[in-house]
């Protein structure tokens, strides 16, 4: 059993999602083995997923309740967001699931240079679907949609549309905080999938952020009929 | 020392020994070597600095508090400035102090060796929890010198949003961040017990210590996310303008009301299950008896972190809720003390007929056994719809949740502290000082919080400064009452950092106490065991001799190996 010796990197304190991995050879010193290891690393992250869906779960009962009591309004906020770009997107996070599934594959199968590249066509997804994002909030602020100080709506239901663009950039935007946290880390496991790192015998990490990866897919498949398709039928073309 | 009579009373000798050479504190030295640990009991010794040191602030605010209701007029601040003191009391108590307090410190420090592990399953992740909890507390702190906030701990709004004039979304960001901190502290005991017990160790065999932080665990990683989304919003809402709490711009802040108890209420018992688990141990050994229902008070502990999701509604009796559901909310309150009690009735059946001593522990135990159960019978008053409608936010819920929180929580904290403080630290501290602040502490707290009930009875609302005339006899008394708790306080940490450098030397179990962690030296080295222990047999068979025996004398990663440590 090896011991850690030598100073930790400052990469401990990020925090900003479980690291289940070490630097200092794949066998930490507090575990028996590695089997021991992974299963603790992937009922972790499994835990980690469990809270994240709490997170989520709490904004969207909010707007479960604020949708049931506000239907119209609700439907009209929907009717002005972009379902092309929304759909487009969609698609985008499906291939970057795909890749990410395959990069896993590729670690199982000691294919570094695989690896390394399905790694970054993520990324490069997830960039994509960030950009798309970007302009439709662009959009949103060239038509005051943003909630806040600079909103306008005209109508009798100015008020519950305003909540609707409350909930559509907090949904989205938490989102896609999640996206830009989920690529940073890509950034990290692509330096050590390059170095060499995973193997058949060891590629946990990889494993985890697909995991991981795939649950912020999944949220987005939650949030885009929830959001977009919801007013498609009541007066689209605004 | 193999089969001997069960002793009566154990034999108080002084420990002959020496501390072992090497141990988890002398390792490695300088500020670093603590800053970036990854030993769980370093990083528990770091929690116990820093909460501390918030307790102090805490306890700061409160001292404020009472010093302003001597008087019935509000003449030592004004009503905004009071405001203040009592959120930050709060804020910093609850999410500070009690939600941290037992799990991170003694849970980070003898969960991993009662289970027989050399530490967590995630040990960084571990050290992490301690940074996100230290960057919360700054932003919290920060928010004081901002100019303080004035909501009251729960942040309800609107109070929070459209009629504040404070740092209201500094102090949300801290305590949001400050969440992850007890996520990641859940997250890795509910894997480390899952994945990392010794050979042997099943989970019927597991001290009931684990299994109140298992069920701790669960809430701290179901509820806590929600409380952090509701804190967010609300942050949001007064950065941005969102408005889904704001009526105003057709949000409903009731629904605020709903996302934050949700998390809320069941936050109780993340702050007094743990301290329950302290109540089994303490109370088995001090009274040489195997616990009474071993089964039903681990199973109930897993009933009160399920039923405890699903009570909320309590909190909003007069919120305006429909009728119906609060009749609910009501019977599923009433139900939610079923297994809080089958715990009191087992340790009570546990001190009947045991040789009960009175060591500072078990001093503290029975203060818990007596606080809380007053604190839970309370709390049926305000469970029940018709008296909660005279009871609400009054001084009434302020007496009933303190004899929970510091009646409960504190006691089994400091309950923690003496018990475990030689196994921490290898060193006794003075059992009479330790006696007689507990006594102190029972009686200042008494004194403090029981006219409290009399006064929420006749009607004095709480977070009002100014009150009649003919409350200030009994207010005067809680004023008293908190000066006695407050020295309460204070004593333990003189006597305590003195046996640091004076206190007799400890041995490895000082108490003659079952489980794990009193198996391996006092302090115990670095990796906790020399080999990984095996267990056969169930926790807390005081039946037989345990003895403080020498553990390896030297023990750490470098002596020399030696023959397996003697146990009784
Ligand atoms: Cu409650």
Known sequence: ?238 | MSEQAAPRRRNRGRYEGDVPREHYLNVAYGLKSWLLTVDHKRIAILYLLSITGFFAIGGLFAAIIRMELMTPTGDLMSSEVYNRVFTLHGVVMVFFFLIPSIPAVFGNFFLPMMIGAKDLAFPRINLASWYIYTIGGIFTLAAIIAGGVDTGWTFYTPYSSTYSNSAVALTAIGVFINGFSSIFTGLNFIVSIHKMRAPGLTWMRLPLFVWAHYAASIIMILGTPVVAIAIFLIAVERLLGVGIFDPALGGDPILYQHLFWFYSHPAVYIMILPSMGVMSEVIACFSRKRIFGYAFIAASSLAIAVVGFLVWGHHMFVSGQSAYVSMVFSVLSMLVAVPSAVKVFNWLATLWRGSISFETPMLYAFGFLGLFTVGGLTGLYLGTLATDVHLHDSYFIVAHFHYIMVGGAVMGYLAAVHFWWPKMTGRMYSEFWGRLSAGLLFIGFNLTFFPQFLLGYMGMPRRYHFYPDEWQVLNVLSTAGASILGIAYLIPIIYLVYSLRYGPIAGPNPWHATGLEWTTASPPPQHNFETTPTVTEEPYDYSKAIENVAITPGAGPESPPSPAAPRS
């Open chain 1, 1 to 238: 059993m090896s011991q850690r010796h030598g100073p930790v990197t400052a990469a401990v304190i990020t925090g900003s999602m479980p690291e289940m991995d070490n630097d200092h050879g794949p066998l930490q010193h507090h575990f028996d083995d590695m089997a021991q290891q992974n299963e603790s690393a992937a009922l972790g992250m499994w835990l980690f997923l469990l809270t994240e869906v709490m997170f989520f779960g709490g904004v969207l009962t909010a707007y479960a309740v604020c949708r049931y009591l506000f239907h119209d309004a609700f439907a009209e906020g929907a009717s002005h967001l972009d379902v092309q770009m929304g759909t487009i997107n969609t698609i985008i996070l499906i291939f970057s699931s795909l890749t990410m599934a395959l990069a896993v594959r590729a670690a199982q199968m000691s294919k570094t240079k695989l690896l390394v590249g399905l790694l970054i066509a993520t990324m490069v997804f997830g960039g994509a679907f960030l950009v798309i994002k970007g302009i439709e909030y662009e959009h949103k602020w060239v038509e005051h949609h943003v909630p806040g100080k600079y909103f306008q709506y005209d109508g009798p239901m100015a008020n519950q549309v305003h909540l609707f663009f409350s909930f559509y950039f907090t949904m989205t935007g938490i989102h896609a905080l999640h996206m830009i946290l989920g690529i940073g880390w890509m950034i990290w496991l692509t330096i050590r999938s390059w170095r060499g790192d995973f193997s058949a015998a060891y590629f946990s990490p990889i494993e985890m952020t697909g995991l991981y990866w795939h649950f912020v897919d999944i949220v987005w498949i939650f949030l885009f009929p929830l959001l977009y398709l919801f007013g498609a039928g009541a007066g689209a073309g605004h």
